[in-house]
Each structure stands twice: as structure tokens, then as C-alpha cells.
């Protein structure tokens, strides 16, 4: 009996080591929180941003990911902290103007989708598409 309470405590312990281990993802910090918006948004707006049908629904969505995306200038990636500090500010100054690219591609998407033109609009999501991958690829702290 004595072992099992042993044992018990051991389990215990341990996970109480890992949980305290801090560990955060990118999900869990304000940018996380705004790129998680712009991820659901983005998904429908992949699928459906050619639907002239669905024009209303996808401007509201651009909105969304709009807000999230003008938020996320002024936040500050994970990833900064693992860049020496000579160079810190240089790399957040890059990220936000990585972040200004992409308000602006945003913003053809939603001229495209008001002057409901399918092919602009195919072309604009394209645009945020390489945007979302090339960024994360350069400020996304991997998990």
C-alpha cells in the first residue's frame, strides 16, 4: 500500500512539473489570440471569396480579419525574444511592416469583393495566402 501512495505521489509530482514548466504557445499571447481570428476567417474566405453569391458574408469576414490584422502591427512575435537584443528592434520593425503588406492585400480583397469582381478576389486571398506563409515562416516562434 505504502508503494502505490508512492507511486501516486510520483504521477502527481510530475505532472505538476510539467504544467509548471510555463510552457506557452503562440496561441496563448494577444497575437496568438488575433492570428487564431485571422486563421478562421481566412479559411472561408479561401473557400468562398470567388462566390459572388456570398459577397456580404465574405466583407463581414474581411472585416474581421482586417481588425485582427491592424492589431497585430503593433504586437510584438514570441520569436523577438529569441533574437539577440542588437537586433531585436530591427526584427520587430520588419514583422510590422510585414504586418502593414499584409493590411494592405487585405484591403484589395475587400475593393475587389465590392466591386464583386471574382478574379481579384481569387487573386487577392492568393496574395494573403503567400503573406500568411512567409511571415510565419519568418516570426513565427516554432511550438
Known amino acids: 500500500m505504502m ?24 496561441e496563448d499571447t494577444e497575437l496568438g489570440e488575433r492570428m487564431e481570428e485571422m486563421r478562421q476567417a481566412y479559411k472561408t474566405l479561401r473557400a468562398t471569396a470567388a462566390d459572388m453569391e456570398k459577397v456580404e ?21 514570441a520569436k523577438a ?11 520587430v520593425a520588419k514583422y510590422q511592416e510585414a504586418m502593414r503588406k499584409t493590411v494592405t492585400a487585405i484591403g484589395r480583397l475587400e475593393a475587389a469583393l465590392q466591386a464583386k469582381d471574382a478574379g481579384a478576389a481569387s487573386k487577392a486571398v492568393a ?3 503567400a503573406l500568411s506563409k512567409e511571415g510565419h515562416k519568418a516570426y513565427k516562434k516554432e511550438d
Do not use: C, D, H, Y
Not at 57 to 73: D, T
Open 127 to 129: 496574395e494573403l495566402g
Open 57 to 77: 458574408a465574405n466583407l463581414v469576414l474581411v472585416a474581421a480579419l482586417k481588425k485582427a490584422a491592424e492589431a497585430s502591427v503593433a504586437l510584438t512575435p
Open 3 to 26: 508503494m502505490f501512495t508512492w507511486l501516486k505521489r510520483s504521477v502527481w509530482v510530475g505532472i505538476l512539473f510539467v504544467v509548471g514548466l510555463g510552457v506557452t504557445r503562440a
Open 81 to 91: 525574444a529569441e533574437v539577440p537584443e542588437a537586433e531585436r528592434a530591427q526584427f
